[in-house]
């Protein structure tokens, strides 16, 4: 067997300072390794199964360095690495999400210098249920720069790009995530020993190829569905979806579709609303807009927010773009010479695969160009161009089962030290196990540390912003919320970040990426780094009075040590009436909305005379206005309490 490094260990890698580091690989049996970096040697007697490794003592910060590898057979290898701060960046798609999804809400970012020693580590997704991987299939080390930048997590690019100004050192952000992953997909089968049912649904995937094989049946099902539109087949050899752009597209799919009945629709909006209740198949949506001289000069920018579900998007004929799902942004960059002086015609073919489509309602319609902002919401003109009777088949996401992504993505990673974890997940927790999220998260988190040989890593974890576009209010949200607190209240060295403000009601995926990720590094600033940046206030206890009930709050910092708020008081981050205060029973009133009043501290609520259960905060998917902060603008934690027995309350 050659000697072998992992790919986490390639060129570009950055290895964690401060900490013992683990450096490993494979050769052959009875082999001794030697291994040098920043003049400290180790060596190691290759196992039977092929496997070295070798431990360093604290590495100095900076880079890059040599790392010398030799074998006793003669063997060598080198590779130039960085030692600074090494974070985990994990969860679904909020943490997948890329930069070039935002392009068009961060274009400075594009325009800063390039910084080498702000590197990500992006693993490919793939998914195993036999077993832990040792190493990962596709991944790969590369530093920041203006063409790197729109494949690094969003959210991660924020955090560490914060890291690197604060301590001036190499940052690695090891991006293990995969948009739609439910937290069970990031276990282990014995962790989930506690969840049975999660285990019972990983079983019609098991045994040689079952899953293989119901991946590419569900795909080839999707794709003779399109096909049948005369589109070509849309997934790729690794079972992926490709964006609409890079599909061959027919070219009389630019011209103007024989015998189209051409009627008026307005938009942003549901397609429902505007007479098209039971809609699946293709429809093409066009306007044009009338444009100064000189425009051909300019580069331009088109936005069309999201839409159900796959769009090819033309300009004056040209082919300018097409996405493949509802989630990402139709933000389209017009060459200079598209746009002409005088009438301009956009044309969207949308492809809708089920009834419920639409265009976002509240997204920005716009095309920006010399400096100038159209809008394009309004009147449209649309043509059904096919019609069908079935729903699109949905893709069997079998990398998202119970164990198949810790297995192939994380399992890999356990020998790399790393300072802290960053989490990001819950979405899709909110169906029928919301309430056993925190005793799941709980369960991952002394998974992973347990594997990283690490009792007290660090956690950061975002709990779920606001929200209210394809999501059921059925609890789902709030107690997942509620979960992902409660464990940073019960387990030591984790710390939940407040995002209800930093989410879109019509958006699973906000684009506020550098609010969370600022909050996450005022977090990992206290939990990690020992250094007191903010404290969070939170609900503590409730007094009954008569006719009225006192929620009192306490402050604490992120790694849990009370303080004494002798200079806070309650507020609220848009300065209106606290909103979302709810008294709750338990028969068929349910529950009802409370006036609430702020009194320094404290929140009064009115209580009608019959008893209600418990008061609730910001139990709901979406709290638009009212948001409860202290006058940091930081927000209090959403809440439930169970009122005390008393004869008054």
Same mark, same amino acid.
């Given at each position: 067997?050659?000697?072998?490094?992992?790919?986490?260990?390639?060129?570009?890698?950055?290895?964690?300072?401060?900490?013992?580091?683990?450096?490993?690989?494979?050769?052959?049996?009875?082999?001794?390794?030697?291994?040098?970096?920043?003049?400290?040697?180790?060596?190691?007697?290759?196992?039977?199964?092929?496997?070295?490794?070798?431990?360093?003592?604290?590495?100095?910060?900076?880079?890059?360095?040599?790392?010398?590898?030799?074998?006793?057979?003669?063997?060598?290898?080198?590779?130039?690495?960085?030692?600074? &701060?090494?974070?985990?960046?994990?969860?679904?798609?909020?943490?997948?999400?890329?930069?070039?999804?935002?392009?068009?809400?961060?274009?400075?970012?594009?325009?800063?210098?390039?910084?080498?020693?702000?590197?990500?580590?992006?693993?490919?997704?793939?998914?195993?249920?036999?077993?832990?991987?040792?190493?990962? #299939?596709?991944?790969?080390?590369?530093?920041?720069?203006?063409?790197?930048?729109?494949?690094?997590?969003?959210?991660?690019?924020?955090?560490?790009?914060?890291?690197?100004?604060?301590?001036?050192?190499?940052?690695?952000?090891?991006?293990?995530?995969?948009?739609?992953?439910?937290?069970?997909?990031?276990?282990?089968?014995?962790?989930?020993?506690?969840?049975?049912?999660?285990?019972?649904?990983?079983?019609?995937?098991?045994?040689?190829?079952?899953?293989?094989?119901?991946?590419?049946?569900?795909?080839?099902?999707?794709?003779?569905?399109?096909?049948?539109?005369?589109?070509?087949?849309?997934?790729?050899?690794?079972?992926?979806?490709?964006?609409?752009?890079?599909?061959?597209?027919?070219?009389?799919?630019?011209?103007?579709?024989?015998?189209?009945?051409?009627?008026?629709?307005?938009?942003? #909006?549901?397609?429902?609303?505007?007479?098209?209740?039971?809609?699946?198949?293709?429809?093409?949506?066009?306007?044009?807009?009338?444009?100064?001289?000189?425009?051909?000069?300019?580069?331009?920018?088109?936005?069309?927010?999201?839409?159900?579900?796959?769009?090819?998007?033309?300009?004056?004929?040209?082919?300018?773009?097409?996405?493949?799902?509802?989630?990402?942004?139709?933000?389209?960059?017009?060459?200079?010479?598209?746009?002409?002086?005088?009438?301009?015609?956009?044309?969207?073919?949308?492809?809708?695969?089920?009834?419920?489509?639409?265009?976002?309602?509240?997204?920005?319609?716009?095309?920006?160009?010399?400096?100038?902002?159209?809008?394009?919401?309004?009147?449209?003109?649309?043509?059904?161009?096919?019609?069908?009777?079935?729903?699109?088949?949905?893709?069997?996401?079998?990398?998202?089962?119970?164990?198949?992504?810790?297995?192939?993505?994380?399992?890999?990673?356990?020998?790399? $030290?790393?300072?802290?974890?960053?989490?990001?997940?819950?979405?899709?927790?909110?169906?029928?196990?919301?309430?056993?999220? $925190?005793?799941?998260?709980?369960?991952?988190? #002394?998974?992973?540390?347990?594997?990283?040989?690490?009792?007290?890593?660090?956690?950061?974890?975002?709990?779920?912003?606001?929200?209210?576009?394809?999501?059921? &209010?059925?609890?789902?949200?709030?107690?997942?919320?509620? #979960?992902?607190?409660?464990?940073?209240?019960?387990?030591?060295?984790?710390?939940?970040?407040?995002?209800?403000?930093?989410?879109?009601?019509?958006?699973?995926?906000?684009?506020?990426?550098?609010?969370?990720?600022?909050?996450?590094?005022?977090?990992?600033?206290?939990?990690?780094?020992?250094?007191?940046?903010?404290?969070?206030?939170?609900?503590?206890?409730?007094?009954?009075?008569?006719?009225?009930?006192?929620?009192?709050?306490?402050?604490?910092?992120?790694?849990?040590?009370?303080?004494? $708020?002798?200079?806070?008081?309650?507020?609220?981050?848009?300065?209106?009436?606290?909103?979302?205060?709810?008294?709750?029973?338990?028969?068929?009133?349910?529950?009802?909305?409370?006036?609430?009043?702020?009194?320094?501290?404290?929140?009064?609520?009115?209580?009608?005379?019959?008893?209600?259960? &418990?008061?609730?905060?910001?139990?709901?998917?979406?709290?638009?206005?009212?948001?409860?902060?202290?006058?940091?603008?930081?927000?209090?934690?959403?809440?439930?309490?169970?009122?005390?027995?008393?004869?008054?309350?």
């Amino acid at each position: 067997m050659a000697l072998t490094l992992p790919k986490l260990l390639n060129d570009g890698c950055v290895l964690q300072s401060g900490q013992t580091i683990h450096i490993w690989g494979w050769s052959d049996a009875g082999d001794t390794v030697m291994a040098t970096l920043q003049e400290q040697s180790a060596t190691a007697i290759v196992q039977p199964d092929g496997s070295w490794i070798v431990d360093f003592g604290p590495l100095d910060a900076g880079g890059p360095f040599a790392m010398k590898i030799r074998s006793s057979s003669g063997e060598r290898l080198e590779r130039d690495c960085y030692v600074g &701060e090494v974070f985990l960046c994990s969860g679904q798609s909020n943490m997948e999400l890329p930069m070039k999804w935002v392009h068009a809400d961060y274009p400075q970012e594009w325009e800063h210098a390039a910084d080498p020693l702000l590197r990500q580590y992006k693993v490919i997704p793939e998914c195993d249920f036999t077993g832990p991987h040792t190493d990962h #299939g596709r991944a790969a080390w590369y530093g920041c720069d203006a063409e790197t930048l729109g494949d690094f997590s969003a959210l991660a690019y924020f955090f560490g790009k914060r890291i690197r100004e604060r301590f001036d050192v190499p940052v690695g952000l090891l991006n293990v995530s995969l948009g739609g992953s439910p937290i069970e997909s990031w276990m282990d089968a014995a962790a989930l020993e506690a969840f049975p049912e999660a285990l019972a649904e990983l079983g019609p995937y098991l045994g040689e190829g079952v899953a293989e094989r119901r991946s590419a049946d569900s795909i080839v099902a999707r794709d003779h569905w399109y096909q049948a539109l005369g589109y070509p087949v849309v997934g790729d050899a690794h079972h992926e979806w490709v964006p609409m752009n890079d599909w061959p597209c027919p070219k009389d799919k630019a011209e103007e579709p024989a015998g189209a009945v051409w009627r008026d629709i307005t938009l942003p #909006g549901w397609f429902a609303e505007r007479g098209l209740d039971d809609f699946r198949g293709e429809m093409e949506l066009k306007r044009t807009v009338e444009l100064p001289v000189g425009v051909d000069a300019h580069d331009a920018l088109l936005r069309l927010g999201t839409m159900n579900d796959a769009d090819h998007t033309w300009v004056n004929g040209m082919l300018v773009g097409g996405r493949s799902n509802l989630y990402e942004p139709r933000d389209y960059s017009l060459d200079a010479g598209i746009l002409h002086e005088g009438i301009n015609e956009i044309r969207v073919r949308l492809v809708v695969e089920r009834p419920g489509g639409r265009v976002t309602p509240d997204k920005p319609m716009i095309l920006i160009v010399g400096g100038i902002t159209y809008d394009l919401s309004g009147e449209w003109r649309y043509a059904v161009t096919a019609k069908v009777q079935e729903d699109c088949p949905f893709e069997d996401f079998v990398r998202w089962k119970p164990t198949g992504l810790y297995n192939a993505m994380l399992a890999p990673c356990f020998p790399y $030290a790393v300072r802290a974890a960053l989490w990001y997940q819950g979405e899709s927790n909110t169906g029928e196990s919301a309430s056993r999220y $925190a005793d799941m998260l709980e369960a991952m988190i #002394g998974l992973w540390r347990s594997e990283w040989k690490q009792d007290r890593l660090p956690f950061l974890v975002v709990q779920l912003p606001n929200c209210s576009i394809d999501c059921a &209010e059925d609890d789902g949200w709030p107690l997942v919320r509620e #979960g992902q607190w409660e464990v940073a209240c019960r387990i030591p060295d984790v710390a939940t970040v407040v995002t209800l403000d930093a989410g879109e009601w019509n958006d699973l995926h906000p684009h506020d990426k550098r609010l969370i990720a600022t909050r996450l590094y005022e977090a990992a600033l206290d939990l990690v780094y020992g250094e007191r940046c903010r404290s969070v206030p939170r609900a503590d206890t409730v007094e009954c009075g008569e006719g009225w009930l006192t929620v009192h709050t306490t402050w604490a910092t992120y790694a849990g040590r009370p303080l004494q $708020a002798t200079d806070l008081s309650l507020t609220t981050l848009d300065g209106a009436d606290p909103e979302g205060i709810v008294l709750f029973w338990n028969d068929a009133e349910k529950q009802r909305r409370a006036q609430a009043v702020i009194d320094g501290t404290d929140i009064k609520v009115r209580i009608p005379a019959r008893r209600p259960r &418990e008061v609730r905060y910001a139990w709901c998917n979406d709290l638009e206005s009212g948001l409860i902060c202290d006058d940091d603008g930081t927000l209090l934690p959403p809440f439930r309490i169970v009122l005390p027995d008393s004869p008054i309350c």
